[in-house]
């Protein structure tokens, strides 16, 4: 399922459809957008279930990556700025990604991580200029939401709301 919005401004009914959407898929969430603060909203809205986990890749190590991929069970990372990991980062998540969909094919769901990316850069400019790997863009993008400064209001549009999603009660 590739999910993504094509207009270069999405409205805030589109945007609350494609968060609703992410919050019931079983897949990774591409988030773009000027704002950390609207990214990272958008990511708890998305969340459910374990952990959710921030991770700024600006100022991620290589090894201290690999660690909490290697030790989150459970829950969900959310890697804001993706755009700054490293080639050897990339290729990590691009595999670790590649496992969790044989894991979820053959209906083992012990120890899936969701990832869900944020990223304020325009990635196929990235990508066209050999900065950012294709085939993790590619992983990444199944459900891509992108939003703009929507308002100086900190947080999701007032007209957000959390999507119901069961065992959240």
């Not at 999910?3 to 773009?32: E, F, M, N, R």
């Not at 670790?96 to 094919?105: D, M, N, S």
């Not at 969701?114 to 990223?119: N, Y």
């Amino acid at each position: 399922m590739k999910t993504s919005h094509s207009s270069a401004t999405p409205t805030t009914g589109q945007v609350d459809g494609l968060i609703k959407l992410a919050a019931h898929a079983d897949c990774p969430v591409l988030i773009t957008g000027p704002s950390v603060r609207q990214r990272e909203a958008i990511a708890r809205l998305i969340h459910r279930g374990g952990e959710l986990v921030r991770v700024d890749c600006t100022s991620l190590d290589d090894s201290v990556f690999a660690s909490a991929l290697d030790h989150t069970t459970v829950g969900t990372l959310f890697l804001d700025e993706i755009d700054a990991m490293s080639p050897p980062m990339q290729a990590r998540l691009s595999r670790f990604l590649e496992q969790q969909v044989i894991r979820r094919t053959s209906h083992s769901s012990a120890g899936l991580v969701r990832i869900i990316a944020g990223s304020d850069g325009n990635l196929m400019t990235r990508i066209a200029g050999n900065q950012f790997s294709a085939t993790l863009f590619y992983r990444l993008n199944l459900i891509h939401i992108q939003v703009s400064e929507l308002s100086s209001t900190p947080g999701p549009p007032r007209s957000f709301s959390p999507p119901h999603v069961e065992g959240q009660d």
